[in-house]
């Protein structure tokens, strides 16, 4: 398991309104065989605690999970060409909605650098809510 810089840049769209969100943080990237799985830490605002989010992207492009623990959890499942109902966790309870899995792209991984990128749409109740982008690179870390 390498120690990495991740530097993650996620775009969302509702409309003709775009919103752009980064983070730069620490975190880890394992290699099991299938899937490369990065975890890191969201560090939120007082008086809400930190989450943890795991991310799992399949090598063959087919599949992404990321998975949010703490006192709001989620599960996002993103497969390409196919839609999933997952749960996303709020402060006012939880939101079923559906993601459908536009793109998914594992760069080469190469000495702990590397990137993924994934695109996907989330609809409620079957309305078209955003279309998301998020933009994942990484580095080894120098200072393990």
Not at 10 to 39: F, H, N, P, S
Not at 52 to 63: G, M, P
Not at 116 to 130: E, P, W
Not at 132 to 140: C, L, R
């Amino acid at each position: 398991m390498d120690r990495i810089v991740l530097k993650i840049t996620g775009t969302q769209q509702a409309g003709m309104q775009k919103d752009k969100t980064e983070l730069t943080t620490i975190g880890t990237l394992r290699d099991d065989g299938l899937a490369y799985i990065v975890k890191y830490t969201e560090e939120c605002e007082p008086p809400y605690s930190p989450v943890d989010v795991t991310v799992r992207i399949q090598k063959d492009e087919s599949f992404v999970e990321m998975r949010r623990s703490g006192e709001h959890g989620s599960c996002l499942t993103i497969e390409k060409a196919k839609r999933n109902l997952c749960h996303y966790g709020t402060e006012f309870g939880g939101i079923l909605m559906g993601i459908y899995g536009r793109d998914i792209e594992a760069g080469e991984v190469q000495d702990g650098c590397g990137s993924f990128t994934f695109r996907y749409d989330i609809d409620i109740n079957g309305a078209v809510a955003s279309k998301n982008t998020v933009n994942m690179t990484f580095s080894k870390n120098q200072q393990n």
